[in-house]
T-cell receptor
């Protein structure tokens, strides 16, 4: 089974520039998550989608971060303008719909997109 | 606020040594508990999980974890580690269950395990 695909793997930008990350979840997974993992910390949830609707975006810095999942499949996360503190690995994960058939609580992660802001 | 604490940030062991990584959480309600592992150069993957039932759960590669509700703990153990267990280990807590709950995972800060051959 194909895993969660993310691109680009690495991105280096200067502060105040913009960047976009793309994620394609596992086929059939209704729930998609974006996590931010800063060096030395655990992943922190930025936004969670169920199909194309937002379930939780309480920790998304909405003044500079945006995310969409228009057709309920792949998703993009955008940062504009970037700050130095946005340097992190951005992880995309997917799972079956919580409470739905086959849901076992497991998240499947992509390899992440490493962002360096100079 | 709900939090997950992993007290060991770096652990260095020799092969065949026993391993125990601590994990404590602060949420008082019903939770699902997970350990995820990230091997060098790979993505995060599930090691084991606890939803309900027997508080001693077994995962892949000989790992096990014990849920102690009174201590809000979910410690990871392995009786004899191997060099291939070198990785970063994350404890995670999920609050909420089915039918519209957010079901988001809150991760600990991770423990970097280095096993020396």
């Amino acid at each position: 089974e194909a895993g969660v695909a993310q691109s680009p793997r690495y991105k280096i930008i200067e502060k105040r520039q913009s960047v976009a990350f793309w994620c394609n979840p596992i086929s059939g997974h209704a729930t998609l998550y974006w996590y931010q993992q800063i060096l030395g910390q655990g992943p922190k949830l930025l936004i969670q989608f169920q199909n194309n609707g937002v379930v939780d975006d309480s920790q998304l810095p909405k003044d500079r971060f945006s995310a969409e999942r228009l057709k309920g499949v792949d998703s993009t996360l955008k940062i504009q303008p970037a700050k130095l503190e946005d340097s992190a690995v951005y992880l995309c994960a997917s799972s079956l719909a919580a409470g739905g058939p086959g849901y076992a609580g497991e998240l499947f992660f992509g390899e992440g997109s490493r962002l360096t802001v100079l | 606020a709900q939090s997950v604490s992993q007290h060991n940030h770096h652990v260095i062991l020799s092969e065949a040594a026993s391993l125990e990584l601590g994990c404590n959480y602060s949420y008082g309600g019903t939770v699902n508990l997970f350990w995820y592992v990230q091997y060098p150069g790979q993505h995060l993957q599930l090691l084991l999980k606890y939803f309900s039932g027997d508080p001693l759960v077994k995962g892949i590669k000989g790992f096990e974890a014990e849920f102690i509700k009174s201590k809000f703990s979910f410690n990871l153990r392995k009786p004899s580690v191997q060099w291939s267990d070198t990785a970063e280990y994350f404890c995670a807590v999920e609050r909420g269950f089915y039918g519209g709950a957010t079901n988001k995972l809150i991760f600990g800060t991770g423990t970097l395990l280095a096993v020396q051959p």
